[in-house]
Each structure stands twice: as structure tokens, then as C-alpha cells.
């Protein structure tokens, strides 16, 4: 059987809204033709973006985040400072989804960062621990000041535990959007959180990262990438959702 044909998306830098936009449609477009996309993309300014299920005014929780432009992810989990990192989405009509089920698929894609990590000289493994608290718990407004299992966490200079990497799902009824953000770097509006950088010793660029990455993850998927951009209709369908959802207050504060 010949290797599936991914379409992948490298792109630059672009506000907040426009890039959960473009994941959206991306989503709609695997939900309409059956097929899949993987997109690497970074940010335009420092951004925070705030889980589907957060509430808006946990915002101000975070100080150092106060001065960032705010978007409503459409999944959940916590806040990301989108800064000195670099984010990945991958899109996946039903017939692909995994079947040991979506949440393997943090596995798989987590797994393979991990031995990019590994390549780089930086001991990361996944988070394994599944069980939770029982009982009502307050989790901190930071996706990386929580744990989930899959993430990807290395032990940092101090001995306490960095995470590296976190992603967050959507499910419907016609397709699975995942992505997550992978930390490159401490960032001056979240300088509480220590990255590659800083277990490394060295800055290693999005550009670097993406490329090893993507090699390493297209190996271990058996998918062949074709480099690809958004259509002008798709590009249409992305300046309506940030008009009508993503970059509006109404979105953003509905919660």
C-alpha cells in the first residue's frame, strides 16, 4: 500500500486569531474531503491563548501575560503563551483517526518529539501518570504548569521537571483536530517556565526543530508530506472566522 499523502503547511508568523482560524478551516476541509493536513506555524507577537473551557477573567491570574492580545482556543486545556515556541495542528477525517482512539494519537505525535528531543541531547520522556485527584481541584492557568499523560516533560537544571510539550484536542462527529505548542525558549511573558533553551544551553531555531521533526514524524507515521498553502477560497474562509469568532470579544469573553 503506498504511503499516505499528507498535506503539510509550513507557515510564518500571524496573529492569534488567524492562526486558530486556519486550523478551524483546515478542519472543515479534512471533514469535507477525507483527507489529512499537518501545520507548523509560529506567531506574530507574544499571544495567549486561553482554553475553550476557561473562564476570561482567570486571565488576570498572570501577570506577566497581562500586556499579550487573547484568543479562545476551540479545544480545551489550559493557557499557552505563544512566544518563543513553535506550534503544530494536525487534521484527521474519522477513517484515520487511530484505531486505539484519539487520544493515542497524543502518543504518537508526542513519542516522536521525544526522540527529536533525545537527538538533540535532551532526555525527554512522557508523562505517563494517568490517574487524577479525586475530588473537586483547582488546576493552575497554565497548560504548562499542569501534567496530562503524554506530555512531554525533562528533567531541568534545578531537578524539578520541565515541560516541553503539551497539545489539546476537538472531536466531532466528522474529523479530530489536535494541536499543541512545543517550548523553545523562556519567554518574558511567562518567565516562570524554562525551555529547550535553557536545558540545551543553546537556542535552537523553529526552522531547525521543524525540519528534523518532520523527517523523524514522517517516517514513523509511514505518511508522505506534500508541501502545500491555502487556497484562495480557504484563505476567504479564514478572514470570516476571525471576523465573525476568533478575533471577536464575543468569542473571546464567552466564558
Given at each position: ?5 499528507c ?8 496573529p ?12 472543515n476541509?479534512a ?16 499571544t ?25 482556543r ?20 474519522p ?19 521525544t526522540e ?11 508523562w ?8 473537586p ?24 521537571e520541565?515541560?516541553l ?20 525558549a ?30 523523524r514524524?514522517?517516517?514513523k ?10 487556497t484562495p477560497?480557504?484563505?476567504e ?19
Amino acid at each position: 500500500m503506498p504511503p499516505l499523502v499528507c498535506r503539510l503547511l509550513i507557515d510564518p508568523p500571524a496573529p492569534g486569531a488567524w492562526n486558530m482560524a486556519v486550523d478551524e478551516t483546515l478542519l472543515n476541509w479534512a471533514q469535507q474531503t477525507g483527507g489529512v493536513a499537518f501545520r507548523v506555524y509560529q506567531w506574530a507577537e507574544p499571544t495567549l491563548t486561553i482554553g475553550y473551557f476557561q473562564r476570561w477573567l482567570d486571565r488576570w491570574q498572570h501577570p506577566a501575560s497581562l500586556a499579550c492580545p487573547v484568543v479562545r482556543r476551540a479545544t480545551g486545556g489550559g493557557a499557552i503563551v505563544h512566544d518563543r515556541e513553535l506550534t503544530y495542528c494536525i487534521v484527521l477525517p474519522p477513517h484515520l483517526i487511530p484505531k486505539e482512539g484519539s487520544l493515542s494519537l497524543y502518543k504518537i505525535i508526542h513519542e516522536s518529539l521525544t526522540e527529536v528531543f533525545h537527538s538533540l541531547g535532551v532526555l525527554a520522556r512522557l508523562w505517563a501518570c494517568g490517574c487524577q485527584a479525586s475530588g473537586p481541584r483547582q488546576e493552575p492557568f497554565l497548560c504548562f504548569q499542569r501534567r496530562s499523560r503524554w506530555d512531554v516533560v525533562a528533567a531541568g537544571c534545578d531537578g524539578t521537571e520541565v515541560k516541553l510539550l503539551g497539545s489539546a484536542q476537538r472531536r466531532t462527529p466528522t474529523g479530530l483536530l489536535q494541536h499543541g505548542s512545543i517550548l523553545l525558549a523562556q519567554s518574558h511573558s511567562a518567565p516562570e517556565l524554562p525551555g529547550l533553551q535553557e536545558l540545551l544551553g543553546r537556542w535552537v531555531s523553529p526552522e531547525e526543530l521543524s525540519e528534523i521533526w518532520l523527517l523523524r514524524l514522517e517516517e514513523k507515521l509511514g505518511w508522505h508530506w506534500k508541501t502545500d498553502s491555502l487556497t484562495p477560497q480557504e484563505l476567504e474562509k479564514v478572514k470570516l472566522l476571525v471576523q465573525t469568532k476568533y478575533g471577536a470579544q464575543s468569542w473571546t469573553e464567552r466564558r
